[in-house]
């Protein structure tokens, strides 16, 4: 029997943070170690260019995200690991499911509704500032899906629309032309990975509260030192369930480790103390990968090696399926 294919793609935007360790990059990592699953993951550059026009940070946040991904134990003869541009048939399945895929479909893509809304509150032309990439950005990610027939998509809840559509999309092409696509579904994150920032809200880069995953030992604990507290004094008995301190310690903490910072709350640990484990706790934890990442940003090479390969195998997936594609929409040799 096959074993169920897991797919997944990370947009290549900004550095790594503390959030996306715990939420998505950790729970990832322990997926692809289950064998009854076939994982594939991917570098989503091109998706990279809806939100980031500069070339130097689109090149230096693709090394970032291997790079990080690689230092924290990916482990790549497990999991299909590779970059969306090394794939040319993404792109040329884009365009033939832009064809079939209804415009009014794509009107209703939150990400699209949202930057229309922004110019209605302000004002503006509906399509001030949005590009057809913005517009379609669904198709590109229904073509990274369906070219290797992925089935179990993890994806957060802001994707699920996504997913929805590309089952929408692969099933007006089945009916259209033939039975080729697999129809994907989305799964879901728990609600427990969620990592709080600084001020407490979800760690976001658009909140400007995140932790840096791979700074160095001394930002990282200035970092630590900023996140809010109230006021109590040591000796005063805190409240853990409504401490970003005490969350922090729980996404880095085994559960007896747990239980006992719950009591050095209960017993009025001083802010400074309670930062000051959790920093040396998170810290340990980053020791090894940190160094890992230094050497693999030092020099790309390695990356590119591991990228190159993962093409290869991924490439295997995607001709076939293309080959089948272009067939049936009568694109082919003619005789
Ligand atoms: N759009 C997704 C995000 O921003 C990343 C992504 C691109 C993706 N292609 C995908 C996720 C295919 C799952 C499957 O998070």
Redesign the pocket.
Known sequence: MNKPRV?????TTGTPHLGNFVGAIRPAIEASKDSGVESFL?L?DY?SLIKCQKPDLVMQSSKEVAAAWLSLGLDPSRTIFYR?SDIPEITELTWILTCCSAKGLMNRAHAYKAAVNVNEEAGEDVDFGITMGLFS?PI??AA??LLFS?ER????K??IQ??EM?RDIAQRFNHNFSEILTI?EAVVGEEASVLLGLDGRKMSKSYNNIIPLFCSEKQLKKSINRIKTNLLEPGEPKNADDSAVFHLWCAFSDESEISNMRLRFEEGIGWGDAKKMLFEKVNDQLIEPRDKFQRLMDDGSYIETILKEGAVKAREESIELIGKVRKAVGIAALD
Do not use: N, S
Request: net charge negative; no cysteine; aromatic share 8%.
């Open positions: 797919l997944t793609g990370i947009t991917f989503a998706h969306q950005y590109l990610m990274d899906i992925g998509i993890p994806v957060g802001d994707q996504h997913v590309a994907p």
